[in-house]
């Protein structure tokens, strides 16, 4: 197991690295102790051999044994390191095998009269090598209680086996001089290191702080940006609200000629075209939060399928394309899943082929196994949208799914688009538990794979036809509340086209809205917005069930929002509304679900 790397900046300089980078043993990875631990081994080989040398010419034999085991002990130290022993133990290790080497050496020839006496102070030397001030100094502190413990041994008129003549003898004063020069340069070293070693910390911990301080200034910057995107998407889906709504009502307008109807549709048609870029962009950002939204709800998988492939049926037909959708047989009809999020990844697949293919033919292609742990209730549904179209360099397909990217800059003048399809594509089908992938060749097209793993589930007693319009003469009391006059109006128009005898009481803002069901004679439901002035949706919404006796505090309450963030339409159901419609909202259902609360 390594050590912490404590600095991977120090480097072995010079002919010594290029040698070791020879050898295989240099590698700019690793950290400074560790170099100066085989630097510190290199250092003592050379020592043991110098004074083996040493010992062997003036014919002492044991000095000879010991500094030849000294070499040998360095050699397998530096192996056992090299086979990835712990670092810190073979400096403990170094250090008492130098002592008891050093001793051991230095009494064999001698004592104070060693010729080899300056060998004490390299015993001092992987002291350097501590991983802690304290472990430095104890080093120290043990090197030099065995130099002065033999000086006191020898001023103290023992007598040391004196194994050489006299006049072969070094002065030992000389030598004694010598080691205080070594010992005071050792000091030097170890107070300098750890000097170095502190301002090395301090500069670590400046940039610690400085990079803490600048992830906090990312974080707010993501914070601001999230927000700023959500409050765009909120104030965008207002106007769309009312372009789309006023577009939807005179649609159906039995007096209007074809032409001008033509014209109606290709405003709905490009409102619904914005709305699916406010859409990926809000998308987009809950993804990057880890907010995206999936639910989990029976629906009928058929059906999805095929008003996925007709939205776009119209924009394929404006080019010479084969537009065709193949089901298996065994395709099952009613699954467990979020149908909106698969209607967003079929219209963004299907969206793309048509963009990128001019001629040739598109293919929706819908097909089912067997669940992986049980057939009978699970399955894997496989989706493949293939094209002839322009297709994707192989170079390149590796930015398909990435955010903001597309395969080269001149896709995006010619055939315009953000960017972000793909990429939102893939988030969602990952966040519904699939896969994606594909494969493609310049010239000849592309065919895109996703599978998504699913439960599933029986046809409900009842269903929700949103292509049928329902009608009632009920005289049915409705409260609108919303600041904005425009939104009410297109509401009040909706309502009364399919309830003529609905009673409909507007207000602008939270607090009216309380007064109202205060005050007035009853209300069948509540239509609520919730971003209002003086009192919001919300807070309106907890004063009606607090402060109101039946059956007022019981009203059912849908709330009408066009922020799509799922705490927020949690925070709904938490406060007391029955339920949240996101705007712009299909017609149809508004009404079904205010005859739904109508007794």
């Not at 501590?130 to 130099?147: C, E, F, H, K, T």
């Not at 800059?409 to 519904?432: D, H, P, Y």
């Amino acid at each position: 197991m390594n050590e912490p790397n404590k600095s991977t900046s120090a480097l072995i300089p010079g002919p010594f690295g290029r040698l070791l980078a020879r050898l295989g043993l240099y590698n700019a990875q690793l950290h400074e102790r560790e170099w100066l631990f085989f630097s510190s081994v290199l250092i003592l080989t050379l020592g043991h051999s110098v004074f083996a040398a040493i010992s062997w010419q003036l014919n002492i034999e044991g000095g000879v044994l010991t500094n030849v085991m000294g070499m040998m002990g360095m050699l397998l130290l530096a192996s056992l390191r090299l086979a990835g022993a712990r670092l810190r133990h073979l400096i403990a290790t170094l250090h008492v095998l130098t002592l008891a080497l050093a001793l051991c050496a230095t009494w064999m020839t001698g004592g104070i009269y060693s010729a080899t006496i300056s060998w004490l102070a390299l015993t001092i030397l992987p002291s350097v090598l501590a991983y802690s001030q304290r472990g430095r100094i104890l080093g120290l502190a043990l090197g030099w209680v065995l130099i002065l413990g033999i000086y006191g041994f020898a001023i103290l008129g023992s007598d040391m086996p004196l194994q050489i003549r006299a006049y072969d003898l070094s002065h030992w004063s000389l030598m004694i001089s010598i080691v205080v020069v070594i010992f005071g340069i050792q000091l030097a070293l170890l107070f300098r290191l750890n000097s170095v070693r502190k301002e090395r910390m301090q500069h670590v911990h400046k940039q610690r702080r400085e990079l803490r301080q600048l992830t906090k200034n990312l974080q707010h910057i993501q914070q601001q940006k999230d927000l700023f995107v959500a409050s765009v998407s909120h104030e965008l889906r207002t106007p769309m609200n009312a372009i789309l709504g006023l577009a939807d009502l005179l649609h159906d307008d039995d007096l209007l000629d074809h032409g001008v109807r033509s014209k109606i549709e290709d405003i709905q048609q490009s409102g619904e075209h914005m709305l699916s870029i406010i859409n990926d962009l809000l998308d987009h950002a809950q993804m990057q939060t880890g907010r995206l939204q999936v639910v989990q709800e029976p629906f009928n998988l058929h059906d999805v399928l095929l008003s996925s492939f007709h939205l776009l049926k119209r924009r394929a037909e404006t080019k010479p394309l084969g537009y065709m959708i193949q089901i298996a047989p065994n395709l099952p009809h009613w699954i467990v899943g979020d149908s909106h999020r698969l209607t967003q990844i079929l219209v963004n697949l299907l969206g793309n082929a048509i963009k990128f293919t001019d001629q040739g033919s598109i293919e929706l292609q819908c097909n089912a196994l067997s669940g992986p742990e049980n057939p009978k209730t699970s399955c894997v549904i496989e989706l493949s949208v293939r094209d002839t179209g322009i297709g994707i360099a192989p170079e390149l397909q590796h930015r398909v799914f990435q955010t903001y990217s597309q395969a080269d800059s001149s896709i995006a003048r010619r055939f315009g688009g953000n960017g972000l399809g793909l990429a939102i594509t893939c988030g969602l089908v990952e966040a519904m538990g699939g896969s994606i992938g594909f494969e493609s060749q310049v010239g000849q097209g592309s065919t895109f794979h996703v599978t998504l793993p699913c439960t599933l589930s029986q046809a409900p007693a009842s269903t929700l036809n949103l292509s049928e319009e329902v009608n009632s003469d009920q005289a049915v009391r409705i409260l609108i509340a919303d600041d904005n006059p425009l939104n009410r109006q297109i509401v009040v128009l909706q309502l009364r086209r399919h309830l003529p005898n609905a009673l409909v009481t507007e207000v602008g803002n939270g607090l009216q809205a309380f007064e109202a069901v205060r005050d007035g004679d009853g209300f069948d439901v509540i239509l609520m917005d919730l971003l209002m002035p003086e009192m919001d949706g919300q807070t309106s919404t907890q004063k009606i069930r607090s402060e109101l006796p039946e059956p007022q505090c019981a009203t059912p309450i849908i709330a009408l929002t066009a922020n799509a963030d799922k705490d927020e339409l949690a925070r709904c159901l938490e406060v007391g509304m029955n339920e949240s419609m996101l705007k712009p909202f299909n017609r149809n259902l508004l009404i079904k679900r205010v005859l739904s609360y109508v007794a």
